[in-house]
């Protein structure tokens, strides 16, 4: 069984709960990096509601902790591919070869009890 749990992303659109939002998500990320061997290259907002969680996170990443985060990127895609200036579905840092995280303001987790 699974629990999708789900916010308004656009709800956060005043600077101050931006900021307390990305703080939290970039504090939870780092402390869960903390205790696991795993290693981001990128975190990715997937459109539209997660490309300003994951921009303002990977800002607030590089100024927590500058020596490990501060050459993290950020990508997000578009809903229907540009084919005029630089193109494509993706934006921001390439994910190919990458490890990428995906933020978004849709979650998701396995109730543990029941599986």
Do not use: C, W
């Amino acid at each position: 069984m699974y629990i999708t749990l789900l916010f308004d992303g656009g709800l956060f659109h005043p600077a101050a709960l931006l900021r307390s939002i990305s703080t939290a998500y970039a504090q939870s990320i780092r402390e869960f990096l903390s205790h696991n061997p795993l290693q981001i290259d990128v975190l990715f907002g997937p459109a539209y509601k997660g490309i300003p969680l994951a921009t303002a996170t990977v800002d607030k990443l590089g100024k927590i902790e500058p020596e490990r985060f501060g050459s993290l990127g950020y990508s997000f895609n578009r809903k229907e591919a540009k084919d005029h200036g630089e193109g494509g579905n993706n934006v921001g840092g390439s994910l190919k070869a990458k490890k990428v995280m995906v933020l978004d303001d849709v979650i998701r987790e396995v109730d543990k009890g029941r599986d």
